[in-house]
T-cell receptor, first 115, second 111 residues
Framework: GAVVSQHPSWVICKSGTSVKIECRSL??????MFWYRQFPKQSLMLMAT?????????EQGVEKDKFLINHASLTLSTLTVTSAHPEDSSFYIC???????????FGPGTRLTVT | AQSVTQLGSHVSVSEGALVLLRCNYS??????LFWYVQYPNQGLQLLLK??????LVKGINGFEAEFKKSETSFHLTKPSAHMSDAAEYFC?????????FGAGTRLTVKP
C-alpha cells in the first residue's frame, strides 16, 4: 500500500513554455502533499506543502507565481512550472502523507529538461 | 527547527565489509527519523524509520539503525555490503508538518 505516482516521469520543454506535473496517491487519501526539487548530486529541497482544498505554503525563496501548485482532491496534486527556463531543469519529487502521520510516501520523480 | 547532518558525502567499502553511514539530528521535540535510499533517476525508497518505539530499528535489505538520544545520532549500518547497495542514502527528520533531509551520502561498493 501507500503508493504515489508521478506523471510524466520525464519531460522536455522549450524555454518560455509551461509544463504540468501530476502527483497521485493511488491507494490512500493524502491530506497533505509535498513538492521537492533535487539538483544533480544534491539533496531534496522542499519547495512547498499543500493541503487539500487550500493554498499551498511555499518555502522561502520559491516563487509561487512560477511554481503553481494545486491540490484539488485528496488523491491529486499538480505542479505547474510556468514560463520555464533552463535553470528550472531539475528532478522534481512529490510525496504524500496521511493526516497526523509523520511518514511521507514518495513518488518516483519527474525529470524536467528545459531547452 | 529540526535538521539532520550526514557526516561524509561519500563512503566507499569493499563487498562484504561493514557499512556505516552517519547521521546526527537536531530537534526540539522527540523526533521521527528516517533513512531513505535513492538509486539514479528514481524516487526515494524507505529503508527504516524510528518513531519512538525500540531504539534499534531493523529495516529492509539487512540495514538497521540505532537511535541514541545522548549522542543525537541515528547511524545506519549493515554488517556485510553487497554490490547492489551502491546508491545515495538520505537521513531525514520529521516533526509537525514537514520533513528535512540531510545532504546525502553516496555509498560505493568495491568488488
Amino acid at each position: 500500500g501507500a503508493v504515489v505516482s508521478q506523471h510524466p516521469s520525464w519531460v522536455i520543454c522549450k524555454s518560455g513554455t509551461s509544463v504540468k506535473i501530476e502527483c497521485r496517491s493511488l491507494d490512500f487519501q493524502a491530506t497533505t502533499m509535498f513538492w521537492y526539487r533535487q539538483f544533480p548530486k544534491q539533496s531534496l529541497m522542499l519547495m512547498a506543502t499543500s493541503n487539500e482544498g487550500s493554498k499551498a505554503t511555499y518555502e522561502q525563496g520559491v516563487e509561487k507565481d512560477k511554481f503553481l501548485i494545486n491540490h484539488a482532491s485528496l488523491t491529486l496534486s499538480t505542479l505547474t512550472v510556468t514560463s520555464a527556463h533552463p535553470e528550472d531543469s531539475s528532478f522534481y519529487i512529490c510525496s504524500a502523507r496521511l493526516y497526523r502521520v509523520y511518514e511521507q510516501y514518495f513518488g518516483p520523480g519527474t525529470r524536467l529538461t528545459v531547452t | 527547527a529540526q535538521s539532520v547532518t550526514q557526516l561524509g558525502s561519500h563512503v566507499s567499502v569493499s563487498e562484504g565489509a561493514l557499512v556505516l553511514l552517519r547521521c546526527n539530528y537536531s530537534s526540539s521535540v522527540p523526533p521521527y527519523l528516517f533513512w531513505y535510499v535513492q538509486y539514479p533517476n528514481q524516487g526515494l525508497q524507505l529503508l527504516l524509520k524510528y518513531t519512538s518505539a525500540a531504539t534499534l530499528v531493523k529495516g529492509i535489505n539487512g540495514f538497521e539503525a540505532e537511535f541514541k538520544k545522548s549522542e543525537t545520532s541515528f547511524h545506519l549500518t549493515k554488517p556485510s555490503a553487497h554490490m547492489s547497495d551502491a546508491a545515495e542514502y538520505f537521513c531525514a527528520v520529521s516533526e509537525d508538518n514537514d520533513m528535512r533531509f540531510g545532504a546525502g551520502t553516496r555509498l560505493t561498493v568495491k568488488p
